[in-house]
């Protein structure tokens, strides 16, 4: 059973074995922490970016991309680098919400590859990137023309509730992976 946590503490020098980082199929990272990994782990930009443009990344899926290490240079000291890199597709632009369905998916599909990782690799600590999975809800208008739209339409457009949605999904898909400590990082606006 994996024990979860919530955390405000940065999650960039958390010491992990895997970093869990909500993209979308744009290949556009606005979130700064997420542009910050742009840098920090380049072998996995570029993977990332080279599958959104090749249309190989759909919403819903998981990207995991197993780390270099470097052998000299300024990154050698380092020990908080991550061994493994799970890029969770929870949305088609950087300007859109995640959806329900597309969450699950990708949460279903991270889990499966988690199984592996935690039997075959050793895999015991995690972290997850929550922000980008809290939709900045002042870039809604209520009183925009497109939120007039269709009931369902309008439904898929908004973001999801971090206490009633989000958080419960990510705690359903993933509590049951064995000897697993999972801490999710969320901004201090978030209450724990």
């Avoid at 970016?49 to 249309?55: N, S, V």
């Avoid at 240079?73 to 991550?82: A, E, I, Q, R």
């Avoid at 499966?112 to 809604?140: C, E, H, T």
């Avoid at 898929?156 to 992976?177: A, F, G, S, Y």
Wanted: positive net charge; glycine residues 4%.
């Amino acid at each position: 059973m994996a024990t979860i946590h919530l955390t405000h503490a940065p999650i960039l020098s958390s010491s992990v074995q895997l970093l869990i980082l909500p993209v979308n199929t744009a290949g556009t990272l606005l979130d700064p922490v997420l542009a910050r990994t742009k840098t920090l782990y380049l072998d996995n930009y570029q993977r990332y970016r080279k599958a959104c443009i090749d249309g190989s990344l759909k919403t819903g899926t998981c990207l995991i991309h197993k780390c270099t290490h470097e052998h000299s240079g300024l990154g050698v000291g380092s020990h908080n680098k991550p061994s493994y890199i799970a890029n969770l597709v929870t949305s088609d632009h950087p300007y859109h919400p995640a959806r329900t369905a597309w969450l699950t998916q990708a949460l279903t599909d991270l889990s499966d590859q988690l199984m592996a990782l935690i039997r075959y690799q050793g895999v015991r600590k995690v972290a997850l990137l929550a922000r980008p999975l809290l939709f900045d809800n002042s870039s809604i208008n209520a009183n925009s023309a497109h939120l007039n739209d269709a009931k369902e339409h309008t439904a898929t457009r908004l973001p999801l509730d971090w206490q009633d949605v989000t958080l419960p999904l990510i705690t359903e898909h993933l509590q049951d992976l064995p000897k697993l400590r999972i801490d999710i990082h969320v901004p201090k606006s978030v209450e724990i």
